[in-house]
């Protein structure tokens, strides 16, 4: 693949390496919510179709991306949040059991189970992440810690601050093992990273769409798997209900929802300016695919992977190539590291002790040889 800059609308005298905090904007969504605008402005009503046909078309798309052959298992949220606290509302777990996390997970896949074991009086167990001084991963911390008393492991794919990967194929055989639920955030990898819920086999993926996936902010997928078949939704609305479709019988209240996971679709999912957006967003993820993405920002760090470990920069062996977050040694200070990096319009994340380097098929490889100039300069 080569650069695909041309697609969206950045400065040529910015570095934007900072995707896993938001993508900038697709051109072609930007096209797609002008042109859903201009139709709003031409047409007062809206055709009963047009609430269900571009939103099937979606969740077929989404189900692409992560190799499902049931686009039906795919749900449309607001936020990561929103499909996190919906598997916390189906979940069973009494008092005794426990649901592990790992250290400093993203809040949103942390809040719902913090308030839910204390509901039910189970504990929440946090798995700390290693220390340079050991030799064990943090997956094999997180394999250690599952036993008979484990309801759930709540996990992302990535790491959001400091990018490492999860081996969520060993995780999700040990939970079988056990009879617990794998539930997965994949906010920082679904569209970058390669994922497949045919091989992996979690209860819930959810991810936010505004990152990898490209989309408008306030959008989300949500893949539930059969655990979560019968389950009840955060929401009672109207669309997710059988015969939602026929507008002249409404009132005739249907109890029986629509099949598999669209009991779980947030009430007004059919939004007719961000699903085009969506639409074109993934459109263009199936055509460059998750493996392209890693292909093209592997070659990125290509050059600069020598220049770092000159400076005591190591990057860790398994890592995502979209989403690196690299420890500073003494000699750097954080502080004057991002005064540099905004004085050169450098877009970075600092996350903790790290920063977060997170490049996209936008990206130039004159740009992370930028990073390392500032990384240089500030070495002391």
Same mark, same amino acid.
Request: proline share 2%.
């Given at each position: 693949m080569e650069c695909q800059r041309h697609l969206f609308p950045l400065r040529d005298d910015e570095a934007y390496l900072n995707g896993a905090s938001r993508s900038p904007q697709l051109r072609t969504g930007a096209a797609a919510a002008r042109? %859903?605008?201009?139709w709003r402005e031409d047409h007062s009503g809206m055709p009963i179709e047009g609430f269900f046909a571009p939103v099937e078309q979606l969740k077929a798309s989404f189900a692409q991306l992560i190799n499902s052959p049931e686009p039906g298992r795919v749900a449309l949220i607001p936020a990561a949040s929103y499909g996190i606290a919906t598997v916390a509302k189906n979940l069973p777990l009494s008092r005794g059991e426990h649901i592990l996390v790992v250290q400093d997970q993203f809040p949103s896949n942390y809040y719902a189970w913090h308030r839910l074991c204390a509901d039910a009086g189970?504990?929440? @167990? $946090?798995? %700390?992440?290693p220390t +340079?001084? $050991?030799?064990?991963? *943090?997956?094999?911390r997180v394999l250690a810690a599952i036993g008979p008393e484990t309801a759930a492991v709540a996990i992302a794919h990535v790491h959001w601050a400091d990018g490492t990967v999860f081996d969520l194929e060993a995780i999700r055989r040990r939970t079988d093992e056990v009879g617990a *639920?794998?539930?997965?955030? +994949?906010t920082q990898s679904i569209g970058a990273l390669p994922f497949d819920v045919a091989r992996i086999r979690p209860d819930a993926l959810i991810a936010g769409g505004y990152k990898w996936l490209l989309g408008p902010y306030g959008t989300g997928y949500a893949w539930? +798997?059969?655990r979560m078949d019968d389950g009840v939704p955060l929401e009672e609305n109207w669309i997710n209900r059988a015969d939602s479709h026929d507008f002249g019988r409404l009132a005739n209240y249907r109890? %029986?929802?629509r099949p598999l996971a669209a009991r779980y679709?947030? +009430?007004?999912?059919?939004?007719? @300016?961000?699903i085009p957006m969506q639409q074109a967003a993934l459109d263009q993820l199936n055509s460059w695919t998750p493996q392209g993405v890693q292909a093209y920002t592997a070659r990125l760090w290509e050059p600069v992977v020598a220049e770092l470990a000159a400076l005591g920069i190591h990057l860790p062996d398994r890592r995502a190539h979209h989403l690196v977050g690299v420890r500073l040694p003494a000699r750097i200070a954080m502080g004057r590291l991002q005064h540099a990096c905004e004085a050169r319009r450098i877009s970075l994340s600092y996350r903790g002790d790290a920063v977060r380097i997170s490049p996209n098929v936008y990206n130039r490889p004159a740009e992370l040889e930028q990073v390392v100039e500032v990384l240089r300069d500030c070495y002391q």
């Open positions: 042109q %859903a605008l201009q189970a504990e929440l @167990i $946090t798995v %700390a992440r +340079g001084s $050991t030799s064990d991963s *943090w997956s094999d *639920w794998l539930v997965i955030d +994949g539930y +798997g059969p109890h %029986a929802y679709s947030v +009430g007004e999912h059919s939004n007719f @300016i961000s």
